[in-house]
């Protein structure tokens, strides 16, 4: 489903007021979600429709995707594939070891994902403590080959971040510049109707010109 018309990308604060109708479908907590938005990458269509959007938790070299929610739930599987190909390349970018879900559709499991043991349980961080739901998680890599993050990478997370920023900038100066020259039209027009209605009141009540007399001599 990636195609030239979809825009994956992260949330800004501008996104929340759309993200937040989508978690609305999703019952999911609006409020707490709102102080987190800067976890979520979402798709947007060419016509700036939010189709789909979750979120990706980094807590150390551990992840966790969750609040996944969609616009249209027959396109939910092609838009997970997207936004998983995005938080790929965030979590290798981080040097994560694995990524977790509670999320447990057939997806996942076909991505990879797998119910995790009491083994593994033991590494789940405290901050992705969630419901009682089972935990699915994906070895990204062995822990013990498990690098910093190196300065070269959070340069580039750094760059990718600014360019984001960028775009949105521009795309609201786009839509601010579409504005003012409707409004400048508008006024223009309303200039031009008010100027001919002057003219042709003027022009109405304008008193006529008296006839001129001609001066005949004596007969």
Known sequence: MTTPNLQVRRATV???PKLVALWKVEGLPCAELE???????????????????????????????????FAHPEQADALRD?????????AKNFGLVRVWTQLAVPFWHTNGFQYAS?????KLPASFAG?????LFLQMREESAAPPVSLDKEFELFKQSEKEQTQE?????????????IIALVVLLF??????????AQHQTQPPRPASSQTTGPE
Not at 82 to 90: C, G, K, N, S
Not at 118 to 122: D, F, M, N, T
Not at 169 to 181: D, E, H, I, M
Not at 191 to 198: F, G
């Open 191 to 200: 200039i031009v109707v008010m100027s001919i209605r002057l003219f042709r």
């Open 169 to 181: 900038v521009f795309r609201q100066a786009r839509l601010l510049k579409g504005v003012a020259t």
């Open 14 to 16: 501008d996104d929340v």
């Open 131 to 135: 419901s009682a739901r089972p935990w």
């Open 82 to 90: 997207v936004l998983w190909e995005r938080a790929q390349i965030q």
């Open 35 to 69: 102080q987190r938005f800067k976890e979520f990458q979402l798709v947007e269509s060419d016509r700036g429709e939010f189709l789909g959007t979750f979120a990706l938790l980094i807590s150390g070299l551990e992840g966790c995707i969750h609040s996944e929610a």
């Open 118 to 122: 009491q083994e593994v349980l033991a």
